[in-house]
Each structure stands twice: as structure tokens, then as C-alpha cells.
């Protein structure tokens, strides 16, 4: 609930804006008096939700992450409301042509897989549809679309000239330095990151680290051809699909189409698929036992027998295979110093929203903790 005077500027706010219809609508936090609604909240929220749920389902089963994932959520729309509203101090204009290249690229995602197979034209208005469909499952109308994706390139706007131009590429030295301790990292086995380092910098220091070592050890580049079983498949079910690799496999030996040929064809795994079957480098210890086990021992060129493991069968090929190698600097280095930059560019920008909040007036509403 909120007191008489937010409501009634709420009520001013929302009187000049077409959401007028739901003028009464609550809101879960103002940012120097600006509403951030419960709906906004909510939508921000359920995408934030759907893309954690894909990507780490098994640290979304603990309730303190999902009470984590909220809060942080509010927090994300705050920081927007307040960089939006520096920008209208600082007189930052959004341009047609900045929204207009805004909506395209937004647009452009909606393209259909097949669109290459489609005249112009068809793709089009299957993209438009599309676009128009999320809209209208996100609740928006086009205009107010429009306003909020107005919001967030003046705020991409602002971090750009106010915190972008502050952050200089790193010294080799200072790049090195990083390159050296992720090597001393790497070879000591431990999971321990250095000391002095915050929850994000670790996080980013062991992705970079398991990056880099990937890149370095034993490694063999593999091509496969998927038959899918569903989890939990039938002994039946493993039958016939086995049956399918084995006549597969039949077609691969006959050698009067190519193994790319026949997994662009026939492989139930689209996306190794369209690249004829080649699902890149493949590292000791992250691929399943039994698939693992063929693909270090099989000679370069040759066809495996199908390997079954959880997700179906694989008829593979491998087509290169590397030893393991000490990591080498500049191999690695540029990839580094953009790396370094970023962070630097988180820091400063974390920094920026600081000084910002200290001088708002940001009232939470009590009620955002219970929502779902």
C-alpha cells in the first residue's frame, strides 16, 4: 500500500501517459519520487527468472538464490530510472535515428531460423509477427515499448560518455601480471581464487581460467551424428534408435556421401547439424565417460561404432587432434586486456550508480519482498 500523497502523484504522474486506465496500478519502488510499477517489476522479473532457470537450474532450486535474483532485480530497474533520469539532467537527446536502429536490432532477433529459405519480404512480416506476439505477452503497447527502450539507450548514452571514456586499455604488464596468476591457478589445481578479489571478480577469474586451460589442454575436434532418445527411454525406444544410427552408420561406411553430408541430413542436433556435424574441440573431463572414452582414442579421420549416453546415440568422426601445451601469453593476451577492460568497466560503472544513489530519494515499497 502506499500513502495518499505517492498515490496522488502517482495518480499526476500517470494522468499524462496512456497507462492512465491503470492509473491505480501499485508500485513496488520510487526512484526521487518517479514510480518504477509492480508490472514492469514482474515482467523484468519472469525474464530474468526464464533465463536463470535454462542456464542454472541446480542454483535455482535453493530459495535464497530466487529471493537473491529478486532483489537484484529491483535493484537493476532503480539503477535504469536513475541513469535515465541523470540523462534528462544532462540534456542527453535519444534521437529518431537512435530508437529506430534500437527497434530494428530488437526486431532482427525475432528473424526466423529458416529466414535464408524465405524470400525478404516473408521474413520479414514472420518477424514482425513475432515481435508484435512478445509484446503482447509482455503487456505493452507500442508506444509504451517504445518509452522504455527510449529509456534504456539514454542510459546506454550516458554510461557511455560518463564511464566508458574513463577506462584505458591496460598496460602488457599489468596484463601479464593477471596472465601469470591465472596460470599459477590453473597449475596448482586448487579452486581458491585470489585473495582481495569480490563474488564477481572471482566468478569472472574462474571462467577466464577454465577458458584458458581448456584452450591448452589435450583436446580433439569432434563431428557427430545424434540420434535423440527421450530421458528415461524404453528398452524399446533404445532399440529403435539404435537400429536408425546402425543404418547411419551403414550410409557413412558406403562412402557415397560424406559423413558432413549425411549429419547435415539426418543428425537430430540442429546446431551441429547445420555445421555438417562438427561440434568443436572437446576437452578431457567434460563430455560423458563413454563418449569421452571413443573420441581420445579413435585415429583422426575414423568413424566410431554408435556410442550411447543419456541424450541418444553419436556416430562421431574426429577430424583433429591436439596435445596439451603450457598456456602462452600472446596467445592469450588480447583476449585479456579486453577482458581486463571490462572489469575495470564494471568497477567504474558500479561506482557511478553509487555516487548517483547517494543523492536520490529511493523508497522501496515493503510488499516487493512477498512477490512472485
Known amino acids: 500500500s502506499m500513502s495518499s500523497s505517492n498515490k496522488l502523484l502517482l495518480a499526476v504522474l ?19 519520487g518517479s514510480p518504477i510499477l509492480l508490472s514492469e517489476y514482474q515482467k523484468e522479473l519472469s525474464t530474468n527468472l526464464d533465463f536463470w ?6 542454483a535455482m532450486r535453493d530459495p535464497a538464490t530466487v529471493k537473491k535474483l529478486k532483489d537484484s532485480t529491483l535493484e537493476e530497474l532503480i539503477n535504469r530510472e536513475l541513469l535515465f533520469q541523470e540523462g534528462s539532467k544532462l540534456k542527453l537527446k535519444v534521437r529518431e535515428r537512435d530508437l529506430e536502429t534500437g527497434i530494428m536490432e530488437i526486431k532482427s532477433r525475432f528473424v526466423p531460423e529458416n529466414a535464408k529459405e524465405l524470400p525478404e519480404a516473408e521474413a520479414q ?13 509482455d503487456g505493452l503497447s507500442f508506444p509504451q515499448f517504445r518509452e522504455r527502450l527510449s529509456k534504456q539507450i539514454m542510459a546506454r548514452k550516458l ?23 591465472l596460470k599459477a591457478f590453473i597449475a596448482s589445481k586448487s579452486t ?3 585473495k582481495g578479489m569480490d563474488e564477481e571478480e572471482s566468478l569472472a577469474f574462474r571462467q577466464t581460467a577454465a577458458q584458458i586451460k581448456a ?59 547445420a555445421r555438417g556435424g562438427d561440434i568443436g574441440y572437446v576437452v578431457r573431463g567434460v563430455a560423458p565417460a563413454e563418449f569421452e572414452k571413443v573420441a581420445f582414442s579413435l585415429p583422426v579421420g575414423e568413424i566410431s561404432d554408435p556410442i550411447l549416453t543419456e541424450i541418444g546415440y553419436h556416430i562421431i568422426r574426429v577430424q583433429e587432434k591436439r596435445a596439451a601445451e603450457t598456456p602462452d601469453f ?14 575495470q568497466f564494471q568497477k567504474e560503472l558500479q561506482d557511478y550508480i ?9 523508497e522501496r515499497s515493503p510488499a516487493t519482498t512477498t512477490i512472485q
Not at 125 to 137: H, M, R, S, V
Not at 330 to 343: G, S
Not at 354 to 362: H, N
Open 53 to 58: 532457470n535454462k542456464n542454472e537450474p541446480d
Open 125 to 137: 512480416a514472420k518477424a514482425e509477427e513475432a515481435f508484435k506476439k512478445q509484446l503482447e505477452l
Open 215 to 273: 584452450m591448452s589442454s589435450e583436446r580433439v575436434r569432434v563431428s557427430r551424428i545424434l540420434v535423440k532418445i527421450s530421458p528415461g527411454a524404453s528398452e524399446n525406444e533404445k532399440k529403435r534408435a539404435l537400429k536408425t544410427a546402425e543404418a547411419l552408420k551403414k550410409r557413412v561406411d558406403e562412402g557415397s556421401e560424406s559423413f558432413g553430408e549425411i549429419a547435415r541430413a539426418e543428425s537430430e542436433d540442429p546446431e551441429s547439424a
Open 354 to 362: 553509487k555516487g548517483l544513489r547517494v543523492k536520490a530519494v529511493i
Open 159 to 181: 554510461i557511455q560518455e560518463t564511464v566508458r571514456t574513463k577506462v584505458q586499455p591496460p598496460d602488457e604488464k599489468k596484463v601479464k601480471e593477471y596472465f601469470n596468476t
Open 14 to 32: 500517470l494522468a499524462a501517459t496512456p497507462a492512465a486506465a491503470k492509473m491505480m496500478e501499485d508500485t513496488v519502488a520510487t526512484v526521487n
Open 330 to 343: 600472446d596467445r592469450f593476451k588480447d583476449e585479456l586486456a579486453k577482458f581486463l577492460m571490462e572489469l
Open 192 to 194: 581458491d581464487t585470489p
